[in-house]
């Protein structure tokens, strides 16, 4: 009998401080990501079940590796593949054939494994600046939304993702949102875009925070321990100086949804709120 989501072992899974959203922490990238597609497969079958199709928006990085049981069985059978619809949360404003796009990423690595239809797959426009691709990607959601394919909140006109997965960078950026960078207060548009990233390529395209922050649920998936202050700045309680635009990830707080965050040892290795001495929790 394979185990069940929660059922494989874990180092530790717990709350994080107010705010910061459940924390589960594994051993190996093996035993993650095979919990993370565990979770990805439960949600697109809850969505599916209750709205008929499943909206997730991915990131780029090293989450698409550690999506990489998805493709694999039970998930290439069992997921509903034809109810996805897939956007992206952050974009490199460079061709979709070119290596650093990660529309290219999750292509090879993902979506040119399992039965995603194309018509489905909502990436930017290649052949726009910067500025013009998160205006026509924008466009592109509120089609989406209008539609109800990509719900929407009750509250406000904001779309409400059923599900955003996000890497972090070890600066503590989330999608293109970069500490100290003016994207991320902004406040209207749904989707900006910045010409000065830290990190190359220097032009992208990214969800702000009050989208991220819409959805119903939110994943950060971070590995390695280049990432732990990053983590520890993020989840543990804030000294008081620490600016929450210093560290974006903080500020990854969904109003309504939940946030879980996938972390490895490594990743966790310097938190303040998880008290494990490397004994299995479950
Ligand atoms: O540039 C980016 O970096 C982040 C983090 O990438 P990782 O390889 O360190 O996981 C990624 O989440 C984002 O989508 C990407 O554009």
């Excluded at 922490?25 to 993650?32: G, T």
């Amino acid at each position: 009998m394979p185990l069940t989501f929660s059922e494989r072992p874990k180092i530790a899974a717990s709350s994080g401080p107010d705010g910061r959203g459940e924390l589960k922490i594994y051993e190996n990238l093996d035993d993650l990501a095979t919990d993370f597609a565990d979770y990805v497969a439960q949600l697109s079958e809850l969505s599916v079940k209750e709205r008929g199709v499943f909206s997730v928006a991915l990131s780029g990085g090293s989450i698409i590796s550690l999506m990489r049981k998805l493709c694999e069985a039970p998930y290439n059978r069992t997921v509903d593949w034809t109810k996805w619809y897939v956007f992206w949360a952050d974009e490199r404003v460079v061709a979709k054939n070119h290596a650093d796009s990660n529309y290219k990423l999750a292509k090879d690595g993902i979506l040119s494994k399992v039965p995603v239809l194309s018509s489905h797959v909502h990436s930017i426009n290649d052949n726009l600046s910067a500025e013009e691709a998160a205006e026509g990607y924008e466009f592109i959601l509120r089609q989406l939304v209008k539609s109800r394919t990509v719900d929407v909140l009750e509250s406000r006109d904001c779309p409400k993702f059923d599900l955003i997965i996000l890497g972090m960078g070890p600066d503590g950026h989330v999608a293109s949102l970069f500490p100290g960078h003016p994207a991320v207060d902004q406040r209207e548009d749904w989707v900006t875009y910045i010409t000065d990233s830290p990190k190359a390529p220097p032009e992208r395209i990214t969800f702000t925070l009050p989208v991220i922050n819409s959805a119903a649920n939110v994943a950060i998936v971070v590995t390695g321990e280049a990432k732990a202050t990053a983590v520890h700045r993020a989840i543990d309680a804030a000294p008081e100086e620490l600016e929450a635009a210093a560290i974006p990830a903080r500020m990854v707080q969904p109003t309504d949804g939940k946030l879980v965050w996938f972390l490895d040892r490594s990743a966790a290795s310097k938190l303040h709120c998880v008290p494990f001495e490397g004994d299995f929790c479950a």
